[in-house]
């Protein structure tokens, strides 16, 4: 098996372990209905163990028909279990089942992750999508065309290999032809996919590697409605939700009778510390959830640490240490060694849209849509939270304006769903308030990482000891608990325990273990199970961090051998692919770079996004202005290896965007509290980079290989661009970056 394998299987022994824990806390009644689940999830284990050999989620979701469906008419559907978050996924899915389905995408019906319709792929994250869902699609759609085409070859009397398909038409060598719609009567889609697919060559690929215009961008640029934000139901009611000054507080009272006298309220809708106001208007929603928050008391909760003691805290309350690599080979004896210490402190989503959903108990089923990563997950949440059966909740993905990782998309729904739940008939919508969003966030964990490492005479790396410290990266819905109002309720929820994620994907250790050739290597993660803030996913996780380290790191070693920084990876690099994308963007940045102005430098960097997705190298260039601190990215280039490229348009569309939003989280970037309360609550205390502040030159190349496996890219970018910025503020400064953001008044005191 491979490590993914392993993980998937975790996974699946985590999920039945899970139902049987719920199980037995559930009354008489629904005992049943539990029974039944793990039940179902047993059996499904043994599918998984008998379809181990198939590509990506077929894994889980073996059965042609659940990914693609036809109509006698001719009619033909494609899901996916994953979901668009503004990365053009959708755009590329439907590249991929068309290309090996022989059609043209616009003949294509293609539908997201819904739990009454879509297969299970758990969550859209971590830049699965593709590997994922996308071999899936690949395989399942190649396995389709090839039973329509063997079905038609025995109406038809010819061998197989004698048609030929294009847009749902099989043709003959004697000129009869039939549609796909007719085909489908001969063949049975609802079976197991098979462990080999009659794939094209990629050579003969006509939609895959085209950059197909995306389907989310048109409503997007004209103000059509795009996001569940913009959703309308008739008769729907407008919710807003009262929160917490701080965690822990329990609400004490509120001034019911002056709220219900306003106009357009409905009702209150109370559970515990679960408060919510529900009005006719939107406006009259905000107006009467501004008033009702202003008349609650609440106890006083917890207290939030001292920021400046963040890192010696997670030390402090580090539980588990985790070796995640320990290597010893013989080498040449140390001659130099060189030690760092790198911090990063808390960080927000920074959604530009509020958190927002949906919801509709009609008829003993409960609609809810949402802008959730992950549906299922979600749904079977909400089921035990409400006590309601999972075939009576249904979760429809709708694409939300902003994600970035684990943010209040499925709180919102919580909220949603609980309120339309004590309001059977009316759809309710919910969202969150822009201070709500910003304090209530699910922050990136701070981090902290110890480094040293040892050169021999010849100037070759020949020790590396590596440590890092953080709590929870991924506090996703694995049951109710891990839903914030479900915490509220009276009785509360309690949340699942915080684990450490594995390797290879790892959390706080993602990235950790260098692509590069160290003879001897010592990786420790001290992971902590309890977080000061609440904490959770955000784009690349540790790797963030990791590869800030790593790669400054590296800098920092080639300059004391004397050595070109460029060449001193490419002596420590024997991956082919890794040489190549190094090498692709040296030269065509033009490094090395002659010498700069004062206050101006360049920096370059590398990662294997988790090494086992994506490679990329960039080179940036900056300017530093002495005044203020500020550094202005002037310019970066990027080359990119992910596999087979499906959409060239859509990995360029996220390098560039990782490269923008990772400068902006290490240059500017910092969540701000005390130990009262979250003080980053507008855009004023947490700014984030402008479009004045984007790079005037922004270059990404992609080297294509035709057949190779799809890999992740969303994410691989915000590693290397972290690294590529602290080496080119050390050399217009002479500023080595440890703490993290760079820019502002830090750097300027330093350069004082």
């Known amino acids: 098996m491979t490590d993914q394998d392993d ?57 042609l028909d659940a990914w693609i469906r036809i109509t006698p008419e001719g009619k033909v559907t494609v899901f996916t279990g994953k979901v668009e978050l503004g990365t053009g ?18 003949l294509i019906t293609f539908l997201t992750a819904d739990t009454g319709a879509s297969p299970d792929e758990g969550l859209t994250a971590g830049s699965h999508t593709m590997a994922d869902s996308g071999s899936a699609l690949l395989n399942a759609a190649a396995q389709v065309r090839g039973l329509l085409v063997d079905g038609a070859a025995k109406q038809f009397g010819v061998d197989p290999g004698r048609l030929t398909v294009g847009d749902a038409v099989i043709r003959a060598p004697d000129g009869r032809t039939m549609r796909y719609g007719d085909a489908v009567r001969t ?70 009778a002056a709220i219900l006298t306003m106009p357009g309220v409905v009702r209150i809708v109370r559970n515990g510390s679960m408060l919510a106001v529900v009005a006719r208007g939107e406006w009259q929603a905000v107006v009467a959830q501004r008033v009702l928050a202003g008349s609650c008391r609440w106890s006083p909760g917890r207290a939030l640490p001292e920021r400046d003691q963040v890192h010696d805290d997670l030390k402090r309350i580090a539980t588990q240490r985790i070796e995640i690599a320990n290597t010893h080979t013989a080498s ?115 981090m902290i990482t110890e480094l040293s490492a040892s050169l021999d005479a010849s100037g070759h790396i020949v020790d ?10 991924n506090e996703r819905i694995v049951n109710a608990g891990r839903l914030l109002p479900a915490r509220m309720l009276e009785p509360p929820f309690v949340s699942a325990p915080s684990t450490p994620m594995l390797q290879p994907e790892g959390g706080a250790d993602r990235n950790a273990i260098p692509l590069y050739v160290l003879p ?54 024997q991956d082919p692919r890794a040489r190549h994308v190094i090498q692709f963007v040296a030269t065509h940045f033009g490094w090395p770079r002659p010498p700069r102005a004062r206050n101006r430098g360049v920096g ?48 360029r569309n996220q390098i560039e965007g990782g490269i923008i939003q990772a400068a902006s989280w290490t240059l500017y970037e910092e969540l701000k509290y005390d130990t009262q309360k979250i003080r980053s609550f507008d855009w004023s205390s947490y700014p984030i980079l402008r ?40 050399d217009a400064t002479g500023q080595r970056m440890r703490d993290m953001p760079f820019a502002g008044e830090k750097l300027r005191e330093r350069m004082d």
């Not at 089923?365 to 909740?393: C, F, N």
């Not at 990404?700 to 799809?710: D, E, K, Q």
């Open 7 to 63: 993980i998937d299987e975790n996974r699946r022994h985590f999920m039945v372990s899970g139902a049987l824990f719920v199980a037995f806390s559930l009354a008489p009644a629904a005992r049943a209905v539990a029974q039944q689940v793990i039940a179902d999830e047993g059996a499904a284990v043994h599918v998984a163990k008998a379809t181990e050999t198939l590509a990506g989620s077929l894994k889980t979701n073996p059965l």
């Open 89 to 106: 996924v959708r755009t590329a899915l439907l590249q991929v089942a068309a290309e090996e389905l022989s059609m043209k995408p616009s």
């Open 187 to 256: 063949v049975d889609l609802h079976r197991n996919a098979a462990p080999t697919s009659p794939l094209k060559d990629p050579a003969t690929f006509t939609v895959i590697g085209t950059s197909l215009r995306r389907l989310d961008i048109p409503n997007k640029v004209t103000g059509g409605a795009s996001y569940v934000q913009d959703m309308t139901l008739p008769g729907m009611l407008h919710a807003r939700v009262v929160m917490p000054p701080v965690y822990d507080a329990k609400l004490l009272s509120f001034d019911e």
């Open 332 to 446: 040449a004896p140390a001659t130099k060694t060189l030690s760092a210490t790198f911090r990063k402190h808390y960080l927000l989503h920074g959604s530009i849209g509020p958190s927002c959903a949906v919801a509709h108990l009609d008829n003993g089923v409960l609609t809810v849509w949402t802008h959730s990563q992950g549906v299922y997950p979600l749904r079977d949440a909400l089921a035990e939270m409400l006590s309601m059966p999972k075939p009576s909740i249904r979760c429809v993905h709708t694409e939300g304006s902003g994600c970035y990782g684990h943010n209040g998309a499925d709180d919102a729904a919580a909220h949603a769903a609980l309120i339309a739940a004590a309001m059977p008939g009316h759809p309710v919508r919910v969202q969150w308030m822009r201070e709500q969003e910003h304090t209530w966030d699910h922050f990136t964990p701070a």
């Open 464 to 473: 590396w000891q590596y440590a890092l410290w953080s709590s929870s990266h």
């Open 520 to 573: 001897n290597m010592h990786i420790v993660n001290h992971f902590s199970p309890t977080m000061p803030l609440q904490t959770s996913a955000m784009r690349s996780l540790g790797a963030h961090t990791n590869v800030w380290a790593i790669e400054s790191f590296m800098d920092e070693l080639a300059h004391e051998a004397g050595v070109d920084p460029v060449e001193f990876r490419l002596r420590h690099m």
């Open 604 to 651: 370059f960097a590398f990662g294997k996004y988790k090494n086992i997705m994506a490679y990329v190298a960039i080179a940036v260039e900056v300017t530093v202005i002495p005044e203020t601190g500020h550094v202005r990215l002037d310019r970066a280039e990027a080359a990119v290896d992910a596999g087979q490229i499906v959409s060239p348009d859509g990995i």
């Open 691 to 730: 479009f004045s502040a984007a790079p005037s030159s922004l270059a990404v190349h992609l080297i294509n290989r035709p057949g190779a496996p799809f890999l992740g890219a969303a994410e691989a970018s915000m590693g290397p661009t972290a690294g590529a910025l602290a080496n080119a503020i050390f």
